[in-house]
């Protein structure tokens, strides 16, 4: 599963408005397992829904 980061990195409260996730959860995305990363990817939709920012991703 590929880092969902877009290089939108600002936060608000502790959130990365570009993935939606938490500095904590950036920091350790990479010794997550498949089923905590779609985890943090569901929490993070609803955080950028929440904070009302976009959250696109880069072209391929």
Request: charged share 45%; with cysteine; net charge positive.
């Amino acid at each position: 599963m590929k880092d969902p980061c877009i290089s939108l990195c600002k936060f608000t409260d502790d959130i990365c408005i570009g993935c939606g996730r938490s500095k904590r959860e950036i920091k350790s995305w990479k010794k997550l397992d498949k089923d905590e990363k779609r985890a943090v990817l569901a929490e993070a939709a609803l955080r950028l829904k929440t904070l009302k920012a976009t959250g696109r991703r880069k072209k391929k």
